[in-house]
Structures are given as C-alpha cells and as structure tokens.
C-alpha cells in the first residue's frame, strides 16, 4: 500500500467538528485535581497553556478570555483555527493560533516552555507517528512540575464497539466520490445491514447491538471525527502510561472526580481488590475492568511533588467556592455502575444553603465550616462534599481575579450574546471568578442580552425577548407545549423573565458575568 499523500489525510476532514466546551481542560480545573490528589502540580494563575487538536477552539478561547497567561491552540483543520481566530478576535489577549499538523508544530523553534498541554480525545485518532510526536514534545517542552490532560477512548469498555466502528468505516469507504452526509449515511445505512441480518456477532454481544442502534441519535459530524479518522487508536490505561513514562509523566488522578465515588461504581468486593494494590498503574486498570470503562479524561505531570497531608489540608481549607447554579437546579442524586445514591440531605442540605448564602459569593472551606448547620459537621465530610459538588458540575472552585480578566470575559460574552440572536449559538459564557466557562442556555442569554440593554422587569425582558422570536420565528414554550398567541408568549416569557431576576442575575453578578 502507498503511503499516503496531502491530497489523502489521514485525519477525517469532510465535516467540520462539534463546537463544544469542555472544563476539564482549564487551568483551575487541572489544579484542582492535582490539590485533590495531594500531588503539587506547578500549574500558575498565569500559565503556559497549550491545547493540541483544539477542535473548534471554544474551550481554548473561553480559557484564554477567562486566565492571564499566554496560550496556544493548534488543530490541522483550518476552518477550526478560522472559528478560534474568530472567538479570539472578540478580546485581547495572548491566544496563539495555528492550523499545523502536530510534527510541523512540534519542530518550531520558537515554543515556550509549557505549564499545561491538553489534548481532548485526539489520542485515539491519530497515528502512531502522531502519538510519538506528543510524547517527545511533552517530553521537551513541558515544565517540571508541569501538567498533561489526556482524555480518549479505552479498553476493556470498547471490546465490543470497536467491530460496530469497523462496519461503519468499511460502509463509509466503499462510497468515494459522494459527499460527506451521503457517505456517513451509507456508513450507517451498511452496518444497520449487518445488524439486522440475525448474525451471530450481534445476537452474542448485546452491547455492540444497542451501542449500534444508538447511533442515528448523534450527528454526522461526531461521527465523521468519531469514527471515521484513518488512524483509530483504543488502547488500556497501561499502553497510554507506558507512552508517557517516556516524557517523565505520572498518573495524578482522573479529571471526572466523580471516578472518585465508589459507592457509585465498585462492588464491595471490587474496592478491597482495589485496596490491595498501591501501584497506580494496576489499580486504574482494575477500576476500569470493574466499570468496562470506555473513555477516560486522564491527568498527568511531570516530576510533581507530593504534597504532605498537613499541606494538602491547609490548602483545601483557604480553597474558594462558587455555584454555577440556583439550588433549585441542584440533583442530590449521583448514578454510576452501581446504580444510584441519593446523597445526605444532612450533609449536603445545609452546605447548599450556605453556598448560596449572600447572593451566592464565593466561600472557603473554612468560611463554609462555621455555617449554620455546616459547623456540626466532620470536616473530612464537608471537604469530600465538596469534592463531589464540583465533580457534579454545580460548583466551581473561585478565585480573584484581574481587571483585564474582567474586561476580556466581558467582551468574549458580548460576542456570546450577539451570537445568541444571530447564530451560530455559543452555550458557554466567561467567568472571571472560575476561569473557564459557564453553561448558559440560550434563554438565559436573551434575558440577560435585555437585562445589560436596560431591562429590568419581567415584562421589560419578555418583550425584548418576544422580539427577537418574532425575527427569528421562535415561539416560547410552557409545560413542554409552544405558545400561540403573542400575550401567551409573553405570559411564559415573563414567569422566566422574574425566576431570571430573582434568581439567574444574583448568581451572574457572583460569577462576575455582570
């Protein structure tokens, strides 16, 4: 077979990817897991930040907006280094671009020195070319002390997906020459085939047939970039950090924390075999047996010390808090493999309350341990709740922050609420107290979009908002039903309207989004 040529990537081109932000890549974030893991990662409220395949560069963006420092983006597809270049031109700030491939970049002269590199799901479709690439430019160009985020798809949870993956390529390939909706289309249309016709693969692996039937519900382009790359790369824990033993990197601990929960995800039986082995190698590769894990969002660093308990405590207890959200929004329910656990209204009832607590400001773990109903508590319990919270996605840890975060997140939201009426749709906006990115449904920017132009009763905000759907031919809804008439529309728009202003702008204004 020839080697192939420019003409022929062997990356999946044919559809632009999925614009979607991702927290787990932020710098905050990335401390965070190395605080909570007790390891001192030497990432600083400035960094050196780089995101190799950035994708449509919205996290990279809101990051840059969000951090001082200096970061870089890079991804081979030009028209996601246009859309960056188009989400950066809304701030200043020290955001590098560049539409190169991983060994064109990784030879530059002119790199820095990194505190962070993150790489959202591109360890599984590159080649190994690729892949060798990344270590030595990790190896090179991280800091000591430096952190990697690593997410992509794993064994043993794939076993039986990667034939379904196979199908699909096969289909997709045996259709050149038609366009890229068609091709994915043929590639569904193939395996669907083979599914159907009562075949013993199937029949024998109940997970590959649901995983295959589950497939029409996701859009081309998260196919195209899914499933259809050349280069296709599921590997076990152990094979990615054997590769990155080669950069001097170290397990820290996984980005989901809720991973950490085992009352959600192991067996009793699963958490003493767990307990019996200290090698972190061999104890995320029997987690992941005993979840059949699929994906994992994994951190790493390089060199990092650990920290002592009496260190990791003092920095747990001065550790700022934020909602992200009104209580009422809050599930105090977590579900893993084990099915679910409804969490302690004694513990979580009051922590809750006095998060929220005046208008929602940001709080220490020891401001919060004096609360009211808080204080009786066991710090230990108090510190994993709010572990857990933040795993949830409910709560942030917060910090101070710069004038110029301030006025640079200001404008990347101005250009969220601009795209709120004209599209494309941003779902995340900037907070300057979290450093990275909070999800705002598009309702709550149209409420806000008249809020920041003057609004300031619900009826004000409805009609503002009603305008826009009469541009746009949008209609509200109330009960899962779409409004008629225009006094209807307003009706609805205006109850959201007064839960936006009684509850939505306090928790703006603590996020500093106002």
């Known amino acids: 077979m020839s080697a192939p040529t420019a003409q022929q990537p062997r990356h999946y081109a044919e559809l632009e990817y999925t614009a979607g932000y991702y927290h787990e890549l932020g710098p905050a974030h990335l401390r965070f897991c190395g605080l909570i893991a007790g390891v001192d990662v030497a990432v600083p409220e400035a960094p050196t930040y780089l995101e190799l395949g950035m994708g449509q560069g919205v996290s990279v963006a809101v990051h840059a907006a969000a951090n001082d420092g200096d970061f870089w983006g890079v991804d081979i597809n030009p028209a996601h280094v246009e859309n960056a270049t188009s989400l ?7 955001l590098h671009l560049d539409a ?6 990784a030879a530059r002269d002119d790199l820095p020195l990194f505190d962070a590199i993150t790489l ?16 030595d430019l990790i190896r090179h160009r991280l800091k000591p002390g430096g952190v990697v985020y690593l997410s992509y798809n794993c064994q043993p949870g794939w076993a039986s997906r990667s034939p379904v993956r196979h199908l699909l390529k096969l289909g997709h390939d045996a259709r050149p020459g038609q366009d890229a909706e068609a091709r994915i289309e043929a590639a569904l249309e193939f395996m669907e085939d083979v599914a159907a ?6 029949a024998e692996n109940r997970p590959a047939a649901s995983h295959a039937a589950s497939l029409r519900k996701v859009g081309a382009q998260y196919l195209g970039h899914e499933y259809l790359n050349a280069d296709w790369h599921v590997p076990y824990f152990s094979d990615v950090a054997e590769a990155l033993s080669a950069a001097d990197l170290g397990f820290v601990t996984s980005a989901r924390l809720l991973d950490r929960v085992n009352a959600i995800h192991l067996p009793p039986a699963g958490v003493a075999l767990m307990d019996r082995h200290k090698n972190p190698v061999l104890r995320e590769s029997v987690r992941d047996f005993l979840v059949n894990q699929q994906f994992r969002p994994d951190v790493f660093a390089k060199g990092a010390r650990m920290l002592s308990s009496s260190e990791q405590a003092a920095r747990l207890d001065a550790r700022a808090f934020v909602l992200v959200c009104g209580l009422d929004e809050i599930d105090f329910q977590l579900t893993g493999v084990q099915g679910e656990m409804i969490l302690s209204e004694a513990t979580y009832g009051p922590l809750a309350v006095a998060l929220a607590s005046g208008d929602f400001h940001p709080k220490t773990a020891t401001d919060l341990m004096t609360a009211p109903g808080v204080s009786a508590l066991r710090r230990s319990d108090v510190i994993a709740a709010l ?4 795993g949830m996605g409910v709560l942030r840890p917060a910090r101070t922050f710069s004038p110029h975060i301030r006025a640079r997140c200001g404008a990347f939201n ?29 309702s709550a920017q149209l409420f806000l979009r008249a809020w920041l132009a003057g609004a300031r009763t619900p009826d004000a905000i409805a009609l503002s908002v009603w305008e826009v759907f009469q541009a746009t031919h949008e209609r509200a809804a109330r009960n899962g039903k779409d409004m008629i008439t225009r006094d209807d529309n307003l009706s609805a728009l205006g109850d959201m309207a007064r839960r936006f202003l009684d509850q939505t702008v306090p928790l703006y204004r603590a996020l500093a989004i106002v």
């Not at 360890?123 to 990344?134: L, N």
């Not at 016709?197 to 199937?202: C, E, M, P, Q, S």
Request: avoid cysteine.
């Open 197 to 202: 016709a009562d075949g013993r693969f199937f």
């Open 414 to 442: 101005r250009l969220v609420l601009d795209r709120a009426v004209t599209g494309p749709h941003l779902k995340h906006m900037a907070s300057p107290v979290t450093g990275g990115g909070i999800l705002t449904p598009r």
């Open 120 to 135: 959202h799901g591109v360890w599984s479709w590159v080649s190994d070319a690729s892949r060798r690439t990344i270590v």
């Open 100 to 105: 190169q491939g991983f060994e064109t970049f």
């Open 88 to 94: 950066a031109a809304s701030f200043d700030s020290a």
């Open 387 to 390: 572990i857990t919270l933040v």
